[in-house]
């Protein structure tokens, strides 16, 4: 019997924005359960600065929309055991208020970018009997105010994600996890560009929003990824996994 569960020992994991927020404590986790982490992000200075901190891990600067670069990092991995689908960002508005560059974009970046990473990765996780980790949201199980791109976007993950696990049911494991509103360099953003006045007051409703009274924390995150990507998950395929403080619970 394991009795230090939830271990990657001998393991490469591949984290999408790996440098910030959620996929920044992924990259942390998963260092530290045993794991040498690859950490694709756009951001040179702090993905390398991370790679930095942690064994093992190294940086690779890399726009998740561009199918050669994408093809180009994937052709030069040798071993892939774990793939986080993490990168993604966001947009406020109704549909009326979505103009249609800032939906391609989202498009762009949290589907397209999500297809290329998984097409290129898959032959790699076909070898390894690999583990597929998605990041999506409650923004893809239910409907959350002025967030139309945002549901659609995620809503895009919650099916691929399925999808996947039944073409690949023996091969791969593929999970997707649904956090609610997390506490991280992404609502920061948020508030910057939308409440710069009123940073504290709509970050106090984002808290109240979770039936539980508070934001998510990074590594709440990571650490469901983790049982995800382990071993011990091993009967977990195809499932869409809620942590949002109860919100989808009513």
């Known amino acids: ?38 950490i694709l992000d756009l951001d040179a200075g702090r993905g390398a600065a991370l790679a930095a901190e942690l064994d093992g ?45 800032d939906f391609e974009r989202l498009m762009r970046v949290n589907v ?28 893809g199980l239910v409907g959350v105010r002025r967030r139309f791109a945002y549901c659609a976007t995620k809503g895009a993950v919650v099916a691929m994600t399925r999808q996947l696990a039944l073409d690949y049911p023996t091969q791969i494991r593929v999970n997707c996890i649904c956090p609610g509103t997390v506490d991280s360099p992404f609502v920061e953003g948020y508030l910057e560009k939308y409440h710069k006045h009123e940073k504290e007051k709509v970050r106090a409703e984002l808290h109240a929003r979770q039936p539980i009274g508070r934001m998510g924390k990074p590594d709440e995150i990571a650490y469901m990824a983790l049982y995800l990507a382990s071993d011990e998950a091993a009967f977990a395929n195809g499932g869409v996994h809620t942590i949002d403080g109860g919100w989808t619970a009513a």
């Open 1 to 38: 019997m394991n009795t230090t569960p939830f271990r990657l020992d001998g393991r490469v994991a591949l984290v999408t924005g790996g440098a910030s927020g959620i996929g920044e404590s992924c990259s942390r986790i998963f260092t530290a359960a045993g794991a040498r982490v690859i």
């Open 112 to 139: 397209t970018g999500f297809f290329l990473v998984t097409r290129a990765a898959i032959p790699l996780l076909l070898a390894t009997n690999g583990r597929m980790v998605n990041i999506g949201s409650v923004a």
């Open 57 to 101: 891990a190294r940086f690779v600067q890399c726009d998740i929309t561009d199918e050669a670069a994408v093809a180009a990092v994937f052709g030069s991995i040798e071993r892939l055991d774990v793939l986080v689908n993490n990168a993604g960002i966001g947009l406020v508005g109704s549909v009326e208020e979505t103009g249609l560059a």
